[in-house]
């Protein structure tokens, strides 16, 4: 397991073929009238803009951090285990990815409320659309489900800022 998230932190190829994968499941379970041919290009499609989106990602912060895509997976995976480099310009790389890193959860922060907001107005109209349909199990399923995201999303959020914080305290005594 620990080789196949390294993969996936390293290889932009490994996580196409994940989302292939996951968007052709998905496509084949909603769009199931249809002939598999169909399934195939909107996976491919759907790939192709997550790729494009996790390649310029990627390349606007190793051009931030100043390093590599490679040396960008070491340098969060070390963050996520708390592990301070001992090179002086391995610290300079990492302080300014924290710093890059910091200043994105702050930027996003600040639509953070509109964003649960809007995910709770969809929760609350699919519950009234379910009431006046008088068919209130998938409305009640899907405010659940909305419910769970948005905690899953908060909760995420505040670990990679603790994570963050508390790595920013270790450089700083280093």
């Known amino acids: 397991m620990l080789s196949l998230k390294r993969l996936l932190d390293r290889s932009l190829t490994a996580q196409a073929t994940l989302i292939f994968l996951l968007g ?3 496509t084949a379970l909603f769009r199931r009238d249809e002939h598999p ?3 195939v290009f909107h996976s491919a499609l759907y790939t192709g803009v997550a790729i494009a989106v996790l390649a310029v990602q990627r390349r606007r912060a190793a051009r931030a951090v100043g390093t590599d895509a490679g040396g960008l997976a070491d340098l969060n995976r070390k963050i996520r285990h708390q592990q301070v480099p001992r ?6 790389a990492m302080r300014r990815l924290v710093d890059e890193q910091l200043g994105q959860l702050e930027r996003a922060g600040k639509w953070l409320p509109y964003w649960v907001g809007a995910m709770g107005l969809i929760a609350v109209g699919m519950l ?3 009431a006046v349909t008088e068919s209130l199990t998938f409305p009640v399923l899907f405010t659940l489900s909305m419910a769970l995201l948005c905690t899953w999303v908060l909760w995420m959020r505040r670990r990679s800022l603790d994570r963050l914080h508390r790595m920013r305290q270790a450089l700083r005594e280093q």
């Open 128 to 130: 009234v659309l379910g």
């Open 24 to 26: 052709l499941g998905v």
């Open 87 to 92: 090179d002086p310009q391995e610290q300079a």
């Open 37 to 39: 041919a169909v399934w």
